[in-house]
T-cell receptor, first 112, second 117 residues
Framework: SQKIEQNSEALNIQEGKTATLTCNYT??????LQWYRQDPGRGPVFLLL?????KEKRKERLKVTFDTTLKQSLFHITASQPADSATYLC???????????FGTGTKLQVIP | GAVVSQHPSWVICKSGTSVKIECRSL??????MFWYRQFPKQSLMLMAT?????????EQGVEKDKFLINHASLTLSTLTVTSAHPEDSSFYIC?????????????FGPGTRLTVL
């Protein structure tokens, strides 16, 4: 079955460093991957989308890559801040263009 | 931006009662609305997809008679959990795509915490 996997349940990083989160997909080739931020008790907030024909996309301190050979997307937050502490979800479209499958998320803690 | 609201933000009910959750797109027309459920420390699981004026499409394993979805207009979808039981306690989140944008971007509501006693 189609899977989106975020193998790191949690990641702790020192303030100012670059946080790198990993998302792997198996048994299919998504047309796009998305990254969301979710704070406790809140709905996800869309951050970035990257399509399969794009290698890299940036938005302010965020960078996302899409490697179709490794079947992997990396999500980077540069100059991380305590306010970046949250759970980050990766999602890929599945069963059509609109529907997405979510990974279980990586909880990022930025330590001052 | 695109704002999606949900009401109520939390609800506690007795076992056997029905609960209705509303999802509204506040500043745009929603082409499609999605309903998700999220258990603690788990990911979002899609329950159903609905388009305005047509019947919802439910994911495998989701009981359509238990989770009634009504997509009455381009800005409102409702999810009714009928005869709720403690195992239905979860965080329910809706999302929608915009009629004027590509269908690959979903805007999520803030979620509704349902606790069934």
């Amino acid at each position: 079955s189609q899977k989106i996997e975020q193998n790191s349940e949690a990641l702790n990083i020192q303030e100012g460093k670059t946080a790198t989160l990993t998302c792997n997909y198996t048994n299919y080739s998504p047309a796009y991957l998305q990254w969301y931020r979710q704070d406790p008790g809140r709905g996800p907030v869309f951050l970035l989308l990257i399509r399969e024909n794009e290698k890299e996309k940036r938005k302010e301190r965020l960078k996302v890559t899409f490697d179709t050979t490794l079947k992997q997307s990396l999500f980077h937050i540069t100059a991380s801040q305590p306010a970046d502490s949250a759970t980050y979800l990766c999602a890929g479209n599945s069963g059509g263009y609109q529907k997405v499958t979510f990974g279980t998320g990586t909880k990022l803690q930025v330590i001052p | 931006g695109a704002v999606v609201s949900q009401h109520p933000s939390w609800v506690i009910c007795k076992s056997g009662t029905s609960v209705k959750i509303e999802c509204r797109s506040l500043d745009f027309q929603a082409t499609t609305m999605f309903w998700y459920r999220q258990f603690p420390k788990q990911s979002l699981m899609l329950m159903a997809t609905s388009n305005e004026g047509s019947k919802a499409t439910y994911e495998q394993g989701v009981e359509k008679d238990k989770f009634l979805i009504n997509h009455a207009s381009l800005t409102l979808s409702t999810l009714t959990v009928t005869s709720a039981h403690p195992e239905d306690s979860s965080f329910y989140i809706c999302s929608s795509t915009r009629a004027d944008q590509k269908a690959d971007t979903q805007y999520f509501g803030p979620g509704t915490r349902l606790t069934v006693l």
